[in-house]
């Protein structure tokens, strides 16, 4: 390169990818062991969509969602589900205000950046129904008025696998638009060994900083969304799709795949890449795929359901 000539710029993302590993190692800071786990939740963030966290009780579900909320610097709520938690809880409601003579919305807590849903199941389905429009459409309509929610807006809802007398399944309208539902499981002996000393003193989450500006998320989110997706892998994703509404009762919807290949524009970027590989999709397609799903009869699991589709369906 002459003295004439500019500098090369470094691509968005680049960038991008270095926004989201800031985060990730920021998170890591607080949460030991779930390395997989913190890197699937910030793909869904930078692929615009929300994360079901199902585990048991203590392992770190609410922990990590604050770390992750912490790590960038916009606006955090949450909601804790409860039987009597009614749709306006959520949503915002509208109260009458006397002195203007006329009615003032105020906003629930679904209008944040980040909103942590805790124990979402323990909610009846019409409050759990409050956030389809809002997941799906990024906006919450009260009265017969809509209104946006901020940007960028994801969900983080989680539930626990025990006490299922005291619960309620979460419909599959819901749950088709959680892009990812995740697994924590228990930590290694040495994992929590090293869980235990940093949290002995005070808690790390207390001194966690943001590493990322609202504006670094946003454009990491564009840059996720302008990742070359060819054809063959567009093809690839379907036949994955296909596969289970073949063998299951009900298989993985349209949005299902379109959940998939943006899962696979963030594991791109998060690699450095700026295309859509195979091997991004079949490292998404387990957590994108299997809560979507019912098998029926069959002796299969969503996940073996799965995973038989990528061993039968050639790679291209």
Not at 69 to 76: I, K, L, N, P, Y
């Amino acid at each position: 390169m002459t003295d004439t000539e500019p500098p090369t710029s470094r691509s968005a993302a680049t960038e991008a990818g270095e926004t989201a590993q800031r985060i990730i190692d920021n998170v890591e800071q607080v949460i030991v062991g779930h390395h997989d786990e913190i890197e699937h939740l910030l793909i869904t963030m930078l692929a615009r969509g929300h994360v079901l966290l199902e585990d048991v009780p203590g392992v770190g579900k609410t922990m990590l969602s604050r770390a992750v909320a912490a790590s960038v610097d916009g606006t955090f709520k949450r909601v804790q589900f409860t039987p009597d938690l009614l749709p306006s809880d959520v949503t915002g409601v509208n109260v009458y205000n006397q002195q203007s003579q006329s009615f003032e919305f105020r906003e629930g807590p679904i209008f944040a950046n980040v909103v942590l849903g805790d124990e979402i199941n323990r909610a009846p389905p019409k409050t759990q129904s409050a956030l389809l429009e809002a997941m799906e459409e990024q906006q919450v309509t009260v009265d017969g008025e809509t209104r946006a929610l901020p940007t960028p807006f994801t969900v983080i809802a989680t539930q626990n696998t025990v006490e299922q007398d005291r619960t309620y399944d979460l419909p599959m309208a819901e749950l088709d638009r959680f892009m990812t539902k995740l697994h924590l499981g228990y930590p290694g002996i040495d994992e929590e060994v090293a869980m235990l000393d940093r949290v002995v003193g005070d808690h790390p989450i207390e001194d966690l900083s943001p590493v990322a500006t609202l504006a670094d998320l946003r454009a990491a989110r564009e840059a996720t969304a302008a990742i070359t997706v060819e054809e063959p892998v567009q093809r690839y994703v379907t036949q994955l799709a296909n596969y289970t509404r073949e063998h299951a009762q009900l298989g993985a919807s349209p949005r299902a795949s379109l959940a998939l290949l943006r899962a696979g524009q963030g594991r791109a970027l998060l690699e450095g890449r700026e295309y859509v590989t195979p091997d991004d999709v079949q490292q998404e397609v387990t957590v994108v795929f299997p809560h979507r799903i019912q098998t029926g009869s069959t002796n299969q699991t969503p996940t073996q359901l799965v995973l038989s589709a990528l061993d039968t369906i050639p790679v291209p």
